[in-house]
T-cell receptor, first 112, second 112 residues
Framework: EADIYQTPRYLVIGTGKKITLECSQT?????MYWYQQDPGMELHLIHY???????EKGDLSSESTVSRIRTEHFPLTLESARPSHTSQYLC???????????FGNGTRLTVT | KNEVEQSPQNLTAQEGEFITINCSYS?????LHWLQQHPGGGIVSLFM?????KKHGRLIATINIQEKHSSLHITASHPRDSAVYIC???WGSGGGADGLTFGKGTHLIIQP
């Protein structure tokens, strides 16, 4: 039973379009993350947040931005989608550094 | 650079076999996560441990802090265990953004 929700599940969009991937969690977690994962590859951190109004860039250089206006909501925005953004995007949250990670089901993005 | 190594990369076994997946890391950690990713893409947290051993159903996770090594065991394996198993470590200090690094994953196939 998912307590962290991502929408849309699949998205096909043309080059140059602006898109927002949604992520919401109902567990009251302060820490939230966005990961990018290409098929058969490991997860790469692109953004994270330690709470409201806190956002940081991850290890992977990304042309996306995030916001954290509410604890439960951590949307990811691509201002101008490109074919190189085609990937799976996974959102996660945790209650603390030594607490389990909770993942959403992911958004599979294809940019044509 | 702090590293996480998983072995084997790929494993095919027959139903009922005892499965072991290994994870080694380079420096001190505060916690280690074992995650399961099914073909649909969603990720489920199996275990989080910082010492000793944990058991849940047919799954057992162990960690040896001195040897910087963890193992995930599956007893009486079943085709529904087929998935990618991912080790992730939270470093004791440093180690990149948010201090969490993922292994490349072990792709497990259990044949009936």
């Amino acid at each position: 039973e998912a307590d962290i929700y991502q929408t849309p599940r699949y998205l096909v969009i043309g080059t140059g379009k602006k898109i927002t991937l949604e992520c919401s969690q109902t567990m009251g977690h302060d820490k939230m993350y966005w990961y990018q994962q290409d098929p058969g590859m490991e997860l790469h951190l692109i953004h994270y947040s330690y709470g409201v109004n806190s956002t940081e860039k991850g290890d992977l250089s990304s042309e996306s931005t995030v916001s954290r206006i509410r604890t439960e909501h951590f949307p990811l925005t691509l201002e101008s989608a490109r074919p190189s953004h085609t990937s799976q995007y996974l959102c996660a949250s945790t209650g603390g550094n030594n607490s389990p990670l909770h993942f959403g089901n992911g958004t599979r993005l294809t940019v044509t | 650079k702090n590293e996480v190594e998983q072995s084997p990369q790929n494993l095919t076994a027959q139903e009922g076999e005892f499965i072991t997946i290994n994870c080694s890391y380079s420096v001190g950690i505060s916690a280690l996560h074992w995650l399961q990713q099914h073909p649909g893409g969603g990720i489920v947290s199996l275990f989080m441990l910082s010492s000793g051993k944990k058991k849940h159903g047919r799954l057992i996770a162990t960690i040896n802090i001195q040897e910087k090594h963890s193992s995930l065991h599956i007893t009486a394996s079943h085709p529904r265990d087929s998935a990618v198993y991912i080790c992730a470590v939270r470093w004791g200090s440093g180690g990149g953004a948010d201090g969490l690094t993922f292994g490349k994953g072990t792709h497990l196939i259990i044949q009936p």
